[in-house]
């Protein structure tokens, strides 16, 4: 049998009830060399739980409804339950999940550790805590309820460097002062936290035209800011002509000065370090827009459009760099399933464990090692494009292969525990039953649960 040292007995015990049922090769299956089966189960070197009272493995069900009191759902004006949006069911779990962390926290729940080379116990901190995603799309969700509860937390985030919002926001900036006809670049500093605008104030910006000529194009929004007309909302005018004053004069030091020595003046002028510190997960931005600032500093660039190229190369040779590191002592880490292997902690929360991936549908060509490429097909009759047999088969076998991949997935995610694991994740109960999506779904066939 294969010994683990993370784990003890108790929680071991659950892995293998689980993964016998779930890790099992088909081998007339398609996809079957994309299977893997538990030829081997753990055992755990370490025998006593932390506490004999609390689970080792626990669900956390958010289901479509919220409920009163009394345990009946909320209804509307026709007596009718009324069901929660698939935002709103994220809200509340996220919501739920905060609140479990701090009754963790408050309950002084044990888990392992070792003294003088005894097995001992001690109370659970933030830092022992690690949230596991399969996606981080919808992380920013659970950043806003912790932040809410005042749980300290930092997102080690799956996505490359060069994707995260603050550094997207300095560079719309540069993008900006260096071709301010750019108007998308423009409407998205606009609407970066550094000026926050509204959708209303941008539209507004959008539909002002060139007073000798109102029938005729619309003014450039570079213009427009400058000149925001009666449709903005008035206690925006403030807020639209400090960007214009900030945007002006960054325009007439750039390319005097050093792309370094600009993007500080941009924060100085805007005020963007100390908003980032107050939104979720602030340091870690700050480290981002810090760590930006170095390559600055590095390139030695004067002109945007050679610093823009820079950064331009820097991200197709290193388009998975990471962020800049920050300290995650004593703060609960949320992170994709991914970036945990190989990492150990006394809680895993595994959230959004009803998560599924979507395939695109719109794919016009599609393709597998075994059929080749297809491509979906115009129907005459139908006037619209259709799949053929073999597309819609290489459809179907790509959903098998993430499946399987998947479940492999959900082993290591769930393995990463020492202590104790909670599942968590959107369910509907009807007729009797919980069912589901993803991974919680199959944990609720191999669970039995009514």
């Not at 025998?47 to 958010?62: F, G, R």
């Not at 998308?184 to 605008?197: G, H």
Request: with cysteine.
């Amino acid at each position: 049998m294969a010994r683990s040292f993370r784990t003890h007995h108790r929680l071991v015990e659950g892995f293998n009830a689980i993964f016998r049922r779930l890790l099992i090769r088909d081998e007339v299956s398609p996809v079957a060399r994309y299977q893997v089966t538990l030829d081997e189960e753990m055992d755990a070197f370490r025998q006593p739980a932390p506490s004999a009272e609390t689970p080792s493995i626990e669900l956390m069900l958010i289901g479509q409804h919220e409920y009163d009191e009394e345990g009946d759902p909320d209804t509307d004006n026709a007596g009718k339950p009324i069901k929660l949006t698939a935002d709103e069911r994220r809200e509340w779990e996220a919501t739920e999940i905060a609140g479990k962390i701090n009754q963790m926290i408050a309950e002084q729940r044990p888990v392992h550790t070792r003294i003088d080379d005894q097995d001992a116990t001690r109370p659970i901190e933030y830092g022992d805590i690690a949230i596991l995603m399969q996606s981080l799309t919808h992380v920013t969700v659970l950043e806003v309820a912790f932040k809410q509860a005042g749980i300290p937390f930092v997102t080690v985030a799956g996505r490359g460097y060069y994707d995260r919002q603050e550094v997207w926001d300095l560079m719309n900036v540069l993008a900006v002062l260096y071709n301010p006809s750019d108007n998308l670049a423009l409407a998205s500093v606009l609407r970066s936290p550094m000026f926050a605008l509204s959708d209303d104030a941008l539209l507004a910006l959008r539909l002002q035209k060139h007073e000798i000529d109102a029938d005729g194009e619309q003014m450039a929004l570079w213009e427009a800011v400058s000149k925001p007309g009666e449709l903005v909302p008035v206690d925006e005018l403030p807020r639209v002509q400090a960007a214009c004053a900030v945007l002006y004069d960054l325009q007439a030091i750039a390319g005097r000065v050093t792309i370094s020595e600009l993007l500080r003046a941009v924060l100085e002028r805007t005020g963007f370090l100390a908003i980032l510190t107050g939104l979720p997960d602030g340091d870690r931005r700050r480290g981002n827009v810090e760590k930006l600032l170095e390559k600055a500093q590095t390139s030695g660039h004067i002109t945007l459009s050679a610093f823009s190229q820079y950064l331009r190369d820097l991200t197709v040779r290193e388009a998975r760099e990471g962020e800049a590191p920050v300290d995650v002592a004593g703060a609960v880490q949320i992170m994709s399933v991914h970036a945990s292997k190989g990492l150990e902690f006394p809680q895993v929360i595994l959230a959004d464990a009803s998560w599924e991936r979507r395939s695109n549908l719109m794919d016009p060509v599609v393709y597998d090692a075994g059929y080749g490429l297809c491509c979906r097909v115009y129907d005459a009759e139908n006037d619209s494009m259709e799949k053929p047999f073999v597309y819609r088969q290489i459809e179907a076998i790509g959903g098998m292969r993430d499946a399987a991949e998947r479940l492999r997935l959900l082993y290591v995610a769930m393995t990463r525990a020492k202590d104790y694991v909670l599942i968590s994740g959107r369910a509907q109960y009807k007729d009797d039953l919980w069912t589901s999506m993803g991974w919680l779904q199959n944990l609720l066939i191999v669970l039995d649960l009514p």
